[in-house]
Antibody
């Protein structure tokens, strides 16, 4: 079955960076997009951007454009999301999610990674 | 950015009774491909979101047929024909027409 397994919880200080991994299994990994979405405590979902696993091309939400980097390593079926210059309001659960491409949207989600930013 | 507005934000339901959630977008989600790029997700307590409906009205694989989606353009509805206890959680609509993809505020469904 399709699974997206994310790395574990992180605690970071303001100004630091965090890098989260997302390993796919149960499907080819290539031929898809991986999106990153976050959820602050008690809040709705917020889209950070996506990466085309085949080409490596990225699209970022303008809000995060200058401090998010999405990459992938197809040899180990893993995607990464790095967020720099962390602030306290970056505290959230970060999800990776699979997208087969137009016209179907995100269909499977990872289990989430808690990122806590605190001094 | 496209703003997604859901109502109600809280929905107490009685098992066996129907329920519906509305989602309105700030611009039409009907694309030239003929599809409405609107999806519905359910986030059960303590879990990741799961896909229920995509392209406005297409039920995802494995989703019970008591769930249905309808609407076009800017107004969409998710209906549950007969609510079951396992349907509790927060329901989100999401638009995938234009970057950034955006979500509604969520509708919390709980059993009365």
């Amino acid at each position: 079955q399709v699974q997206l397994v994310q790395s574990g919880a992180e605690v970071k200080k303001p100004g630091a960076s965090v890098k989260i991994s997302c390993r796919g299994s149960g499907y080819s990994f290539t031929g898809y997009f991986i999106h990153w979405v976050r959820q602050a405590p008690g809040q709705s979902l917020e889209w950070l951007g996506h990466i085309n696993i085949d080409s490596g091309a990225t699209t970022y939400a303008q809000k995060f454009q200058d401090r998010v980097t999405m990459t992938r390593d197809t040899s180990i079926k893993t995607a990464y999301m790095e967020l720099a210059s962390l602030k306290s309001d970056d505290t959230a659960v970060y999800y990776c999610a699979r997208d087969p491409g137009d016209p179907t949207p995100i269909d499977y989600w990872g289990q989430g990674t808690q990122v806590t930013v605190s001094s | 950015d496209i703003v997604m507005t859901q109502s109600p934000l809280s929905l107490p339901v009685t098992p066996g009774e129907p329920a519906s959630i509305s989602c309105r977008s700030s611009r039409s989600l009907l694309f030239s491909d003929g599809y409405n790029h609107l999806s519905w997700y359910l986030q059960k307590p303590g879990q990741s979101p799961q896909l229920l409906i995509y392209l406005g009205s297409h039920r995802a694989s494995g989703v019970p047929d008591r769930f249905s989606g309808s609407g076009s353009g800017t107004d969409f509805t998710l209906r549950i024909s007969r609510v079951e206890a396992e349907d509790v959680g927060v329901y989100y609509c999401m638009q995938a027409l234009q970057n950034p993809w955006t979500f509604g505020q969520g509708t919390k469904v709980e059993i009365k």
